[in-house]
């Protein structure tokens, strides 16, 4: 096992420098630059010596290769630079927003598999049913909605109806619990709905593979009860595919609270993307995007390594 979790660590940093050099490469063909953005529409009346001496002070003067080797060094430190607008490091960005968008993923992801493993069991069991129509069509239509949509829309509703607003800034949960779930519930819920109908289907389609072993009908000629077979057996070997759905989706949740930060106004990593985009906070972007594929890698390592402890005939060499 430790020799598997090593080599997959090994592959893992060609892989990272490669997403450093598009992430890097990406952002300095965008049009526009942070300077100008900076200054809007006075750029035009800056000096060049004053444009100069600002592009120096951001970093920006240097040669690609010596921006892209400077920022290699400032990953492998940990200082990971600073921020062009904000003025603190993307290291204090992280530590202050981070907590939260974690938080809002792993409620989310807790809220799928509570809603989407129930639905998906109880939809292959009464196959072609009318529970199972039902239950596929709320799985189809939540993978429809948007969930910037769904979002923009429950805050419309709780603003008109109970003239009720989430409260504004970043509260940690063990600050203020109470005011911390206000913030993140929402956005949990809209995430953790979208999510469950991937898990419902995931769920169904595989159990419907499982029931029809012979095992499990020998399981049931032996007299157990319904709940042991379903439990027990078919859904333990189930769970494979589910847990490897699980974690790609957690994944895509860490960065997939842009949208959904934005309409709430929750002030996350996701927000804080959204803002660096639009100032073009080279620093920002970078390393975000980067911290984004470092959890990617681990997520999928741990599936793989879940594995063996979910099916024993599974062994690592």
Do not use: C
Not at 38 to 48: L, N, W
Not at 60 to 80: E, F, H, M, N
Request: hydrophobic share 55%.
């Amino acid at each position: 096992m430790s020799k598997y979790v090593l080599w997959r660590v090994l592959h893992a940093i060609p892989a990272l420098l490669g997403v450093t050099v598009i992430i890097f490469v990406s952002l300095r063909i965008m049009p526009g630059d942070p300077v100008s953005i900076m200054f809007g529409t006075q750029a035009t009346k800056i000096r060049p010596e004053d444009r100069a001496k600002i592009e120096a002070d951001l970093g920006l003067s240097a040669p690609l290769t010596v921006q892209y080797i400077t920022w290699l060094k400032d990953i492998g430190t940990g200082k990971l630079g600073k921020s062009f607008w904000r003025g603190d490091t993307v290291v204090d960005l992280i530590v202050q927003r981070g907590p939260l968008t974690v938080e809002i993923a792993v409620m989310a992801i807790i809220l799928s598999w509570v809603v989407g493993i129930p639905v998906g069991i109880l939809s292959a069991l009464r196959q072609n049913s009318a529970l199972d129509y039902l239950a596929r069509f709320f799985t189809v239509l939540f993978l429809a909605i948007p969930g910037f949509w769904l979002g923009a829309m429950i805050v419309l509703v709780l603003l008109l109806w109970w003239d009720y607003a989430p409260p504004l800034g970043v509260i940690n949960i063990w600050d203020d619990p109470a005011k911390n779930l206000q913030l993140a519930l929402g956005p949990a819920v809209v995430l953790g709905l979208a999510v469950s109908a991937y898990i419902a289907r995931m769920t169904r389609s595989s159990l419907l593979e499982i029931i029809r072993e012979d095992y499990i009908r020998t399981a049931r000629a032996k007299g157990l009860r319904e709940q042991a077979v379903v439990l027990k057996h078919a859904l333990r070997n189930a769970s494979l595919p589910i847990i490897t759905l699980s974690g790609v989706l957690f994944g895509f949740l860490l960065s997939g609270t842009v949208v959904v930060e934005q309409a709430f106004n929750v002030p996350g990593l996701g927000k804080a993307m959204v803002e660096a985009f639009v100032m073009l906070d080279y620093a920002v972007i970078q390393n975000l995007v980067l911290l984004y594929s470092v959890v990617f890698i681990v997520i999928n390592l741990l599936i793989d390594v879940s594995y063996a402890w979910l099916d024993p005939r599974i062994r690592y060499v």
